[in-house]
């Protein structure tokens, strides 16, 4: 993005989604020691108090990675569809605006997630010691809660998500296929 020739709208989607991408998979890996041994100890102290900060981080930027894959391809199916529209559509500024927007709005649905988690302090059967360990808070148990915020998020970041990138990309799909065959026809007239 340094050079003036790789600024891009489509330069700005493949960079975001690049660094939502590698922030989900440092934080999914973070969240993954949690299954080391003695990760429940007192000396993962800090581990288990941002454990709830952590798993919204994850979530947050899986779901805003779904999205910016979702306005990239709206963003080529109106480069590619209507190239004129494209032209004034298409630029480096709105890329950079929805880029922004989509953030906000994914890590502002992933708000309540720190929420649905506390962590308590146990004693261990097995080896009488302290151990520490992130539960569900009241919000987390709450099932009506579960259940509307699980249906809620499955819908906004799972089905409403692929069913436009299912329709989008036919639609581009088609255009390549239409465009293909009027190629085909005007080399064949000439000749």
Request: aromatic letters at 16%; proline letters at 3%; one cysteine or more.
């Amino acid at each position: 993005m340094t050079r003036r020739r790789m600024r891009s709208s489509t330069n700005w989607y493949l960079a975001a989604l690049a660094i939502f991408d590698m922030i989900y998979l440092k934080f999914t890996f973070i969240l993954s020691l949690k299954h080391y041994p003695n990760a429940h100890s007192l000396d993962f102290y800090y581990y288990w108090y941002l454990f709830p900060l952590f798993t919204m981080i994850t979530d947050a930027s899986s779901n805003t990675s779904v999205w910016l894959t979702v306005t990239f391809t709206i963003e080529r199916y109106i480069a590619v569809c209507h190239p004129i529209k494209g032209k004034v559509i298409c630029t480096e500024s709105r890329a950079k605006r929805v880029i922004f927007c989509v953030f906000i709005v994914c890590l502002s649905i992933t708000l309540p997630t720190p929420f649905e988690w506390v962590v308590i302090e146990r004693i261990d059967n097995e080896t009488q010691t302290t151990v520490l360990e992130a539960v569900f808070s009241d919000l987390g148990n709450n099932e009506t809660y579960r259940n509307i915020y699980y249906h809620l998020t499955v819908f906004l970041f799972v089905l409403f998500p692929l069913i436009l990138l299912v329709i989008f990309n036919s639609f581009l799909i088609r255009s390549v296929h239409i465009s293909n065959k009027q190629r085909s026809r005007m080399v064949m007239g000439k000749g």
